[in-house]
């Protein structure tokens, strides 16, 4: 039987990866760092689409078979009940995976967008000696430059940011619960069972103080010249630091948060 699917989408350096590690405590339950199905499933959108001539010999029918099919074949040896896939562009596909998946829920971790330039500014720096495929492996550059590289529209930071707003203000945003980071690490139990009640599923005991690492994650930093990225430690522990980047750069972005205004978010979507 096919398990139920549900979605880890949102800003990065914003929580998804804990999360993921959190929620595969539950046997019950696969969840990973950003997996392979996003791109699997766009160039199967591209394969069925009118762009290709044989797509005359496919209906409407067969294409969501064969879309859904990316998402049955990829995890059809996991064992688990519940999937989370990862993946940022999915705030942009919520009309096809609500198509795909009628009951699917999408968890949206978030974070201040001045803080999560800071963390990916405090890997570059802690990396001094790397090279970060984050900026095409470019060794040149200011704080300043690689602030605007991941603030433009197809940016790690500014395409998730705006797939983000696509889907808060969107007709399926009933479909969301943001998670803001802050809360993730100050009260993981306390998230994991407002997840556990969106998503209908029955609270599994987590344990937040024994996270087991995840080693794939770690090639995968390695390769991407970014060792770090996906570091998770062994206990959630909500930590404060100093900004490292220069005070106007993170003035810049510290308003972007609009999560944090009620008035801002429509009534539908669900925040923790």
């Given amino acids: 039987m096919s ?5 880890i989408s949102g800003l990065p350096r914003a929580g998804s990866t804990l999360l993921a590690a959190l929620l595969r405590q539950n046997p019950r339950i696969s969840a990973g760092m950003t997996s392979p199905v996003g791109t699997i499933f766009n160039a199967m959108l591209g394969a069925t689409s009118q762009r290709n001539e044989g797509a005359v010999f496919i209906d409407d029918a067969q294409r969501r078979r064969l879309l859904r099919a990316c998402f049955d074949a990829y995890y059809a040896e996991t064992g688990a009940d519940v999937v989370f896939d990862t993946n940022r562009q999915w705030t942009t596909k919520l009309p096809a995976l609500t198509a795909l998946f009628p009951d699917a829920r999408v968890i949206c971790c978030v974070r201040n967008p001045a ?3 800071d963390s990916i500014e405090a890997l570059v720096k802690r990396n001094a000696f790397e090279l970060s495929g984050i900026f095409g492996f470019e060794p040149g550059g200011t704080v300043y430059s690689r602030a605007d590289g991941l603030s433009k529209p197809d940016g790690m930071v500014g395409f ?14 009933d479909r969301l619960l943001l998670v803001r980071y802050e809360q993730l690490t100050a ?4 998230t994991l069972a407002a997840i556990y009640d969106f998503i209908g599923e029955e609270l599994f005991a987590h344990d937040p103080d ?3 690492p995840c080693y794939d994650m770690v090639d995968f930093d390695l390769r991407l010249g970014t060792p770090g990225l996906h570091e998770v430690g062994r206990t959630v522990q909500a930590r404060t630091r100093p900004t490292v980047l220069p005070p106007d750069l993170f003035n810049r972005f510290a308003g972007d948060a609009f999560w944090e205004d009620p008035k801002q978010l429509p009534t539908t979507v669900h925040i923790v």
Avoid: K, S, T
């Avoid at 998730?160 to 945003?173: D, I, T």
């Avoid at 009260?187 to 306390?190: A, Q, S, T, W």
């Fill in 115 to 117: 803080w999560v330039v």
């Fill in 3 to 7: 398990p139920r699917f549900h979605f």
């Fill in 210 to 212: 024994h996270i087991e």
């Fill in 160 to 173: 998730a940011w705006n797939a983000l707003r696509e889907a808060v203000f969107g007709p399926h945003a």
């Fill in 187 to 190: 009260n993981p139990r306390g």
